[in-house]
């Protein structure tokens, strides 16, 4: 308990010192600047083959052996306003430097052609990835100790007027000793700086508070963290993705919004009774009755102190050979990508009143009957497809395929963007088992019907198309003496 008081006082102390006026404001970003234009050396760290993702990879610096991530965020060749976003995320990172519970920043490097990020290393990756590989339930003690840490570094982040904006389990990190950081600050802002416009996917979905979801006049604020982290409490103490069994957006927002419907504790997680009240009040569907992060802080923290003894070192359930590996072996170029799931970001953000908020199958449902709205169907499909909706991605190039709908577009760059979308489908259809897709982009391509003609390419499509048994690409194969093997 003494330890307790001890860190809350010194935390007090650390934010005192940080609340921000015009002149420590001017100070960070000066240093921001300072630490842009004077990057790290690279010959300091040694590269190795651990990777989280596409654009992380774990690195050793020389001096102490200690290890560090390197997060690529930019080209050196990227505008003056992906250079400005990343001054403004510096300048975030520096401000939460005194938190143990924020993801620790180093500096920058480059290597000449790109430009990364160092921070500290997570041995164990992401939340997610920590109880995925866990081997069978964590205990109670572990599970409160990681939303103690989260919770502290929450109430860290309202006490310096910051949101993060993207609470979720990829940007939880797990250190080796199980201690959980805050990380990639990316969408973050200063409270001044709040603003409504955010991205949609399936991912963040899951964790935006209701009054984020159609009410687009509201702004992101503290209630909207909460909220997320009432749903992130319900993720680590049941060890499984919120509402799994829907794929689909507006089915999700249905759900929250209109349903008021939350996933439900059950007996999995045998945590207290306070730590289930605490996680059920942050996600109410009226903001102003949800607790403050500070109120789930000391809940938290009093479970923690009456109900938990010191934090185990190792997990107590584990299997003995748990351990904390990256399940990469193979050491692919980092590359700046949309997919990414620490950094999930879409072009716009959706309108979905322009859809009459319409959902996947009832898109797929106007498109199939007679005289159903295309119209609305193609909007729906082209907002989805920017969420990287792969069944989206096919209609909306089956409608620009087939000019169902009047567009923007030129005769050429419609049928441009079809054989790309068609591609984007065919390429990961394999991994989906969407052997239809694969079959109809084969065909678009082999018989270069979008104006892009390229054999070769469509046999390999229709030839994976066969191999899930799809009976059409085995009979083309079959016809023109395709080996399917």
């Known amino acids: 308990m003494d330890n307790n008081i001890s860190k809350t006082v010194k935390e007090i102390s650390v934010i005192k010192s940080l609340i921000l006026d015009s002149k420590t404001n001017q100070y960070q970003i000066q240093q921001a600047i300072e630490i842009q234009n004077q990057p790290l050396k690279l010959a300091d760290f040694k590269e190795t083959s651990e990777t989280r993702g596409k654009k992380v990879r774990k690195y050793i610096r ?170 992130l409490l319900w993720e680590l103490a049941e060890q499984k993705i919120p509402y799994k069994h829907l794929d689909d957006i507006m089915e999700i927002k249905n759900q929250v919004d209109k349903e008021k419907y939350r996933e439900p504790f059950t007996n999995f997680s045998n945590l207290p009774k306070d730590y289930k009240e605490i996680s059920i009040k942050a996600v109410g569907a009226d903001p102003d009755f949800r607790p403050t992060i500070t109120e789930m802080f000391k809940t ?87 969420t990287g909706n792969l069944k989206a991605k096919y209609f909306l190039g089956y409608y620009l395929y087939r000019k169902l709908v009047n567009t923007p577009y030129s005769d050429k760059d419609r049928e441009k963007r079809a054989a790309q979308l068609f591609k984007e489908v065919a390429d990961s259809a394999a991994d989906n088992g969407l052997a239809v897709g694969m079959y109809n982009a084969g065909n678009i391509f082999y018989a270069g019907l979008t104006g892009v003609k390229d054999e ?28 399917i093997i």
Request: proline fraction near 3%; charge should be negative.
């Open 300 to 386: 938290l923290e009093k479970l923690q102190a009456d109900y938990l003894a010191l934090r185990p070192l190792t997990p107590i359930n584990a299997p003995t050979d748990f351990h904390c590996e990256p399940k990469d072996k193979e050491v692919p170029r980092m590359s700046l990508t949309p997919e990414d799931d620490d950094n999930i970001k879409v072009s716009e953000v959706i309108n979905f009143a322009e859809f009459n908020y319409m959902t996947m199958k009832e898109a797929t449902l106007a498109h199939r009957v007679t005289n159903g709205n295309l119209v609305m169907a193609y909007k729906c499909f082209n907002a989805y497809a920017q």
């Open 62 to 231: 020389l001096i102490n052996d200690e290890a560090v991530a390197f997060k690529l965020v930019a080209d050196e060749s990227d505008t003056n306003d992906v250079k400005n976003d990343i001054r403004s995320h510096v300048a975030i990172l520096m401000k939460l430097k005194d938190c143990h519970q924020i993801i620790q920043f180093y500096g920058l490097v480059s290597d000449g052609e790109r430009r990364y990020l160092v921070t500290e290393w997570a041995e164990c990756g992401n939340l997610r990835e920590f109880y995925e590989s866990y081997g069978g339930p964590i205990d109670a003690k572990t599970k409160i100790n990681i939303a103690v840490d989260i919770a502290r570094g929450l109430n860290f982040l309202r006490a310096v007027e910051i949101v993060h904006r993207d609470i979720r389990p990829e940007n939880i990190l797990i250190t080796a000793n199980e201690t959980a950081k805050i990380a990639n600050f990316s969408l973050s802002r200063h409270f001044r700086d709040e603003t409504k416009r955010l991205a949609v996917s399936l991912q963040t979905v899951r964790y935006s508070a209701p009054e984020m979801l159609y009410r687009n006049t509201n702004k992101y604020n503290t209630k909207c963290e909460v909220y997320s982290f009432g749903i």
């Open 456 to 483: 070769e390419l469509g046999i390999k499509y229709i030839r994976e198309a066969a191999q899930h048994n799809h009976s059409e690409a085995m009979e083309f194969c079959k016809n023109n003496n395709i080996s």
